[in-house]
């Protein structure tokens, strides 16, 4: 089964820029093409083995920072500055992820390559503004029960946690980022809610990190 996993605001990854993530463990290369489509690959050249996520975009190509080869939106080699006469091989390709874009934040299939099956568990959420994404230093497991503790009236299924803050619904996508940390991307749902809104559910995210900080240190 198919549970996609939230990697960042939609906003927070730009056209013609890369940065990089986690899923399942794995380091990803996620990047945005200039005509706004994100890309999420394994974060490693197929040459060297530089982190992809070093590098930068031109021309709606990915380049490598290293020895400078250039990859497409499909994830193929297009050009080898050492030997520009050349046509690279097929076999020279990232490791491609499938990627969505839902409710504001992106999401990122588990598996890399695997085509959409019957069993996937859709990503569907509804419209949403971005508010913040925060990091917490904490294992999953952890933060979540933090987090049921601190924010009564939330629901938590598989990777999502929704509810209200103040009136104004909320979802947070939840990422592990690492063993011992975890993220929350943070939207407030709605088409067009209002910039205080917004405001408001930035302030609650920060205001929850700080809290579920203070708990591990008085629990420490």
Not at 88 to 117: K, N
Not at 180 to 207: F, I, K, N, S
């Amino acid at each position: 089964m198919t549970e996609w996993v939230p990697v960042a605001l939609a906003r927070d990854i730009e056209a013609g820029a890369a940065t990089a993530t986690t899923v399942a463990g794995t380091p990803l290369a996620l990047w945005r093409s200039g005509s706004g489509t994100v890309h999420a690959w394994a974060d490693r050249c197929p040459h060297r083995g530089m982190r992809l996520s070093l590098g930068f975009v031109h021309d709606d190509r990915l380049v490598c920072l290293y020895h400078g080869w250039q990859f497409d939106t499909e994830g193929s080699c297009r050009h080898i500055p050492a030997h520009p006469d050349l046509t690279p091989p097929s076999v020279a390709r990232t490791v491609s992820y499938r990627v969505r874009e839902d409710s504001a934040i992106v999401w990122v299939a588990p598996v890399p390559g695997a085509e959409e099956t019957s069993d996937e568990i859709p990503v569907d959420h509804g419209p949403a503004v971005p508010a913040r994404s925060v990091w917490l230093d904490t294992d999953r497991s952890e933060a979540l029960e933090r987090i049921r503790v601190s924010e009564k009236g939330f629901e938590i299924s598989g990777n999502v946690m929704t509810g209200e803050v103040d009136g104004v619904p909320v979802l947070a996508a939840i990422q592990t980022v690492t063993a011992e940390r975890t993220a929350l991307h943070v939207a407030v749902r709605g088409d067009t809610p209002a910039a205080e809104t917004v405001a408001l559910v930035v302030r609650w995210a920060r205001e929850l990190r700080e809290r579920l900080g203070a708990a591990e240190a008085v629990a420490s």
